[in-house]
């Protein structure tokens, strides 16, 4: 089991659907993460949260919206997707202040854009 | 043997053989390093991690070797079981003003045959 839990597991959605994808982590740490993994892939950074602040944005399109309510929460809100966003899409967590620590993942939400 | 190419390199053991998988990174700035195992349907899983003021660290049945001159990282599991297949990423990170960088290697599959 994972320190960092990612609902749903799976997801299917239209076009022209609006979905969120939820992360929750309890270990105190305050950097959240999301991450894009096509198959065969390593992860791709999308967007990074410090603080509960947006603070990296990999040039991810705008029909990807990122959220982080508390410091345990990450969510990230999709709209009208398109389906090359069909992938694996990780939440993962670290410390800030403590140097060399790693990221935390969970298991992630697969997701297919029909 | 291992085999690269357009697909995720694949290192196939036998059962009870040692694996060595290997890793090149870019960033001679990079002074931390970590090995995350990912199975089928799961988010990468922390392995073992290693300072850059280190050349060598071991963990249960698993060591990692760092050599800056050439800028190469190894991941070695001894005694390799069913259990340990998997695709390994190697991870390199480095700091910058948003705090630490993580970079993704390609991955290796790590194919255990009876």
């Known amino acids: 089991d994972t320190e960092v839990t990612q609902t749903p597991k799976h997801l299917v959605m239209g076009m022209t659907n609006k979905k969120s994808l939820k992360c929750e982590q309890h270990m105190g740490h305050r950097a959240m993460y999301w991450y894009k993994q096509k198959a065969k892939k390593p992860p791709e950074l999308m967007f990074v949260?410090?603080?509960?602040?947006?603070?990296i944005n990999e040039s991810v399109p705008s029909r990807f919206s990122p959220e982080c309510p508390n410091s345990s929460l990450l969510n990230l809100h999709l709209h009208a997707l398109q389906p090359e966003d069909s992938a694996l899409y990780l939440c993962?967590?670290?410390?800030?202040?403590?140097?060399?620590?790693?990221?935390?993942f969970g298991d992630g939400t697969r997701l297919s854009i029909l | 043997g291992e085999s690269v190419g357009l697909h995720l390199p694949t290192l196939s053991v036998q059962e009870g053989d040692n694996s060595i998988i290997n890793c090149a990174y870019s960033n001679s700035a990079s002074d931390y390093f970590i090995w995350y195992k990912q199975e089928s349907g799961k988010g990468p899983q922390f392995i073992i991690d290693?300072?850059?003021?280190?050349d060598k660290r071991q963990g249960q049945r698993v060591t990692v070797l760092l050599n800056k001159t050439v800028k190469h990282l190894s991941l070695q599991i001894a005694a390799t079981q069913p259990g340990d297949s998997a695709v390994y990423f190697c991870?390199?990170?480095?700091?910058?003003?948003?705090?630490?960088?993580?970079?993704f290697g390609p991955g290796t599959r790590l194919s255990v045959l009876p």
């Open positions: 290693i300072r850059s003021n280190m």
């Open positions: 991870a390199e990170i480095s700091r910058d003003n948003y705090g630490q960088n993580f970079v």
């Open positions: 949260y410090s603080y509960e602040k947006l603070s």
């Open positions: 993962a967590s670290s410390h800030l202040r403590v140097s060399n620590q790693p990221q935390h």
